[in-house]
């Protein structure tokens, strides 16, 4: 393929000069951390590790604000956070095996939720590459087989000029919907041999957008604008997508009422007229879901917490909106629309019909009002205050992480969100000590605002040496932890199913004495101080800790 000389890039001699005289002294990490700063990254988390010194120290060579976190994992799950919040790529720099196995917990939570991070890993020397057993230190036979079915997709160099492109190639694939983690892996002597190779300038790395096909969206506007009694489930991908708005348009031209997930939190207005809310693991939710003639499904699986444990089971037509691929209609038969939730939707509301039902919103209020009778019948009035306690607390705007805890659980169905993309939890893949380093992440992205974080004790010690990040970097945040002695929804959990616990409780340490230890103030409270003392901790510059001794109840559950 022949180029015009006219599209040829037109350099000024001083230009000219820098790239053909580029500074001495760089090596391959400098055209890393070269190629980040040139598709518009700003901020880096990680960890260095023997294998990727060369990387870290050409940190010290950029623009690049560095985050460091004490363990790999929490690193990852600080990266997804920001990812969440700013919409943008987070890189996380990672050394060799232990380092980058390590990350792999966090990468799966970041897949489940949809946040873009670009893994950037380094590798043993290249001579070892390919399964020989040299004996080089973090030797795996294949570093990538741990991560290929994690993330989006992997990314290998071999020669420090394939680093800007691959680097682009992952960010690009980081932002195509839907988003979500990338691997790239450098081995060490790459990363610290010197380049001669021009300074990278301006990247490319343009996200593929996915929209929905024409007839498709007729056909779902043909089936909403005629339905009887459509209703909308809005997941995640209404969040991440950034579609809020036209959801809400959406249900309000049809009249639908409109149930968000746990992943989708505050996609819908929870006061609002429409708004069923979040209570999908109760049978009275699930009735109605299965009495739409259409339910339209934006951004979600209708996986196992969103199908009430895999007991919903729709009479009506299903109509599938959903930017992976691999979960259209992968649980229940469906118009199945591949798209960017934005783009269906904005598409829908320009196609679809304007239809009355003046009765919508009265059978929302029965649902509703069915639900609270069944949670007032079972006296948990404890938990209600606590998470009533927290809401008055937390700013309207400011984001929450929750760890899998018994209090996120209760406000994964109970908790107005208020405003969309700000509360976070690790429902996605489920794992443990999630809240407080994810919180570092958004602290990180927005410092104008203070963040709630939610542990148990139990998840709270798989992340108890972030403290000392959130001091060192005197970030904005408050860390909320729920002491109940163990892993509180397991002893439930173990107790319903065979009537006694093993592995569940938990010896620990004085969390406010250990918070103070690492310079962070702590103050221990109780469910009637709880609001006043965490309104306190949040509007209080720098990181604080709320410890709160309290055994809370799970609601019981409809699907058994």
Known sequence: MS?????RPQLTAAQAAAVLNPPAGRNGGDLVVETLQGLGATTVFGLPGQHALGMFDALRRSSLRYVGLRVENNAGFAADAYGRITGEVAPLLLSTGPGALTSLAALQEAAAASAPVLAISSQIPTAGLGGGRHGYLHELRDQ????????KSVHTVRTASQIPSAIAVAWASALTAPHGPVWVEIPQDVLLAETTLPVVSAMDATPRELYPRPEL????????????RPVIVAGGGVVRSDASGKLRALAEKIDAPVVTTFGGKGAFPWDHPLSLRSWLEDRHTTDFLEDADVLLVVGSGLGELSSNYHTFRPRGRVVQIEADAGKLESN???LGIHSDAREALADLLDTVGRREDPGAAERVRTVLEKVRVRIEAQDLTLEQQVLAAVREALP??????WDMTILAYWAWSAFDARR???MHSAQGAGGLGYGFPAAIGAAVADPTKPVLAVSGDGGAMYSIAELATARQYDLPLTWLIVDDGG???????MTGAFGETTGTELARPDFVALAESFGVPAVRTGPESLAADLSKALAT???SVVVLPALLRMFEPTHL
């Open 3 to 7: 180029h015009d000389h006219d599209d």
């Open 144 to 151: 990538q087989a741990s991560v290929r079915d994690i993330v």
């Open 217 to 228: 969206t007729i056909a779902a506007a043909h089936l909403l604008s005629n339905a009887e």
């Open 332 to 334: 229940h038969p469906a």
């Open 396 to 401: 309207d705007a400011a984001p929450s992480f």
């Open 420 to 422: 969309p993309n700000t």
């Open 487 to 493: 892993y509180g929804i397991l002893r439930e959990y």
């Open 541 to 543: 510059p720098g990181p």
